[in-house]
């Protein structure tokens, strides 16, 4: 399983575009790059997914360099609401399946008004 | 549409009681997991069920068992509790096991 390194907080002001980024240095071939979101007594939420190059939907983009060693999810004009943990997965979900993938400790946004 | 549902949401045990925490999907969903959460770190998966009657084995099952009862429901069973099983429950979902997974909203326990 490809280990993953985010940092492990980060404060933000309103309004300003957050980018965290997470390593994943021995990433596999066949492995996506997952991240969720966490709300204190929530369960995760899915945000995003993604295997090279750029995604992105109505609630972040995934940058992801041509070597996927590392990606970057950019979240565009924070508000509180985004306060929360997001985690960075790396794991074959696309063959092997949830099952195998791993969460870390994520990474703490603290939005600041 | 109520998504993944679990009970109960808070639960105080005391060492070696026994206890059932429920989960269901009203998604049709085909695979379920249980994971646990302690403070201040990453999810770990107890168990899972890829599909109706089976079940496997995660990182940490140990002290645990789990039935998948039907399509909608999979119990996580606590025989002997102890207090290194106080943590936060979450059990998930997904169509199948390569899918987005849905989380439900957790169970609190702990075991003194």
């Known amino acids: 399983l490809a280990k993953t390194t985010q940092p492990i907080s980060m404060d933000s002001y309103e309004g300003q575009e957050v980018n965290i980024t997470c390593s994943h240095n021995n990433i596999a071939t066949n492995d996506y790059i997952t991240w969720y979101q966490q709300f204190p007594s929530q369960g995760p939420r899915f945000i995003i997914q993604?295997?090279?190059t750029k995604v992105t939907n109505e609630v972040a983009s995934l940058f992801i360099p041509a070597d996927r060693k590392s990606s970057t999810l950019s979240l565009p004009r924070v508000s509180l609401s985004d306060t929360a943990v997001y985690y960075c997965l790396v794991g074959d979900t696309g063959s092997g399946g949830y099952q195998k993938v791993t969460f870390g400790t994520g990474t703490k946004l603290q939005v600041i008004p | 549409n109520a998504g993944v549902t679990q009970t109960p949401k808070f639960q105080v045990l005391k060492t070696g009681q026994s206890m059932t925490l429920q989960c269901a999907q009203d998604m049709n969903h085909n695979s379920m997991y249980w994971y646990r959460q302690d403070p201040g770190m990453g999810l770990r998966l107890i168990y899972y069920?890829?599909?109706?009657?089976?079940?496997d084995k995660g990182e940490v099952p140990n002290g645990y068992n789990v039935s998948r009862l039907n399509k909608r429901e999979f119990s996580l069973r606590l025989e002997s509790a102890a207090p290194s099983q106080t943590s936060v429950y979450f059990c998930a979902s997904n169509l199948g096991v390569t899918d987005t997974q849905y989380f439900g909203p957790g169970t609190r326990l702990t075991v003194l």
């Open positions: 993604g295997y090279k």
């Open positions: 069920s890829a599909s109706e009657g089976t079940t």
